[in-house]
């Protein structure tokens, strides 16, 4: 059925009266929030290698195939993309991540400018009746990119003010729909090619950071609210309709350490709550900068708001959910990979050649593999990251993956008319990936 907005509430045809799924469901009025959407793509090597099989772009056989800053900064400039490398942002991710081959730098591109105001004024355009916009205070885009692996990563940070769930629902699936508008100047930029909605994986992570609700500790306010939360979780504008039971059932899968912070997961989405507001976040705050000082420990206190931080950054959130994005996506490369090798007809395979072309692979893709899904080793971090790659189902990815090996294995052995041993290397390399990923 098709919904409409009526004075800020949700009504489907003419049966439901105005106001009827407000007594079902309690609105509450967003002071402070922020949404980032987190992109991810490869660079491919600038030059044609024969039989992809078993080699993946992002993986480069050399030191020289790594991705220069100079490389990066060229193609920006070439397409009037504005970048800052020292911005706070780019600083901050560049920290908390430690890694020497990561780039990241804050971008500006007039087309995710365009792209902003084309999402209000289709807002507008649904609550027309209403005289009201979206309070967008600021957007931020940065770019980082895993220079050894050739793994670009778009962070767009909307930050919002005195905004509800409907505003925030409506951009994600704006976003959904459109992205490819808001990053395709950039892909086109770094890749050299037309962007292709299936070569780009996206995630996104919500951040809760103060309601106007006497009640602002995020477990409590789960509990008061959790059909809307559901609905931001899950992107569903229908949340008024949703059964309490179903909401507080998605709900469940959810990581929190302090009073004043919580995160619920649920497929590639994520939902965060930092309520600086609290006076618990305040003492919190003062007592880690004592303790850090009294030890003698580096600190770098950021300015706390939306217009500095993106979304999740501060306490682990955005990055434990860009490792579990770039994993997922690694994994769905690689079933790509072996999944257009079971199409090629089998009288066109030329065995020797891909048995050697697989055998000077295979440990790399390995390595970059655990490379990549290496933890931090900071226990709490360690269990959010469990949290967020159940909720991603990356268990039943790896097995996907691992029944199509077993379908390449059977292509080859019918093809030579013997089992290569190479195969029960592969399946223990497999097993080994099992360990790190789901211990």
């Known amino acids: 059925m098709r919904e409409q907005f009526i004075n800020g509430k949700i009504s489907i045809g003419k049966r439901v ?21 987190i992109n991810i793509f490869t660079i491919p090597i600038p030059f044609y290698r024969e039989g992809s099989l078993f080699h993946l772009d992002f993986l480069p ?32 991710i560049t920290r908390k991540t430690d890694d020497p081959n990561r780039y990241s730098c804050w971008i500006c591109d007039h087309s995710i400018e365009k792209w902003m105001e084309n999402a209000v004024y289709a807002y507008k355009s649904l609550i027309k ?26 962070f767009l940070n909307i930050s919002l003010e005195n905004t509800n769930a409907d505003e925030l629902i409506f951009i994600q699936q704006y976003y959904s729909a459109h992205r490819m508008n808001a990053v395709s100047n950039i892909y086109r930029a770094l890749t050299g090619n037309e962007p292709i909605k299936d070569k780009i994986y996206y995630s996104v992570i ?16 789960v509990t008061k609210y959790p059909q809307l939360f559901y609905g931001i979780l899950t992107s569903d504008e229908g949340w008024r309709n949703v059964p309490e039971s179903c909401a507080e059932n998605r709900l469940r899968n959810c990581w929190s350490t302090r009073e004043y912070l919580r995160v619920h997961a ?14 618990c976040f305040a003492k919190a705050q003062e007592y880690e900068l004592n303790f850090k000082t009294a030890i003698g420990a580096e600190r770098h206190p950021m300015k706390e708001g939306p217009s500095v931080t993106l979304a999740g950054l501060d ?38 050649r891909m048995l050697w072309l697989y055998w000077g692979n295979h440990n790399r893709i390995y390595s970059n593999i655990e490379r990549l899904i290496s933890q931090d080793g900071i226990a709490e ?31 080859f052995s019918s093809k030579s008319g013997m089992v290569f041993s190479f195969f029960a290397i592969v399946l223990s390399l497999f097993s080994l990936m099992k360990i790190f990923i789901f211990k």
């Open 315 to 352: 306490h682990g959130p955005l990055l434990v959910l860009e490792l579990a994005s770039k994993t997922y996506y690694l994994l769905r490369e690689v079933h790509k990979q072996f999944t257009n090798f079971l199409l090629i007809d089998p009288a066109l395979i030329k065995l020797p």
């Open 17 to 37: 009266k105005r106001g009827a799924y407000m007594q079902k469901s309690k609105s509450l009025p967003i002071t402070e929030a922020r949404l980032c959407f």
């Open 129 to 154: 009746k209403e005289n009201k916009e979206m309070k967008i205070e600021k957007t931020d885009t940065v770019l980082s990119v895993l220079k050894n692996q050739r793994i670009a990563i778009v």
């Open 206 to 221: 919500c951040e809760i950071l103060d309601v106007d609700d006497e009640q602002k500790v995020p477990a409590k306010l």
């Open 266 to 279: 649920l497929g590639k989405r994520v939902l965060s709550f930092k309520m600086h507001h609290l006076d």
């Open 61 to 92: 056989s050399s030191p020289s195939e790594h991705i220069s800053e100079a490389i990066i900064r060229s193609s920006l400039d070439r397409n009037g993309i504005y970048y800052e490398r020292d911005h706070l942002i780019a600083q901050e």
């Open 381 to 411: 971090l360690d269990s959010l990251n469990s949290t967020i790659r159940t909720s991603m189902h990356l268990p039943e990815e790896y097995e996907r993956l691992k029944a199509k090996l077993n379908q390449v294995e059977k292509t």
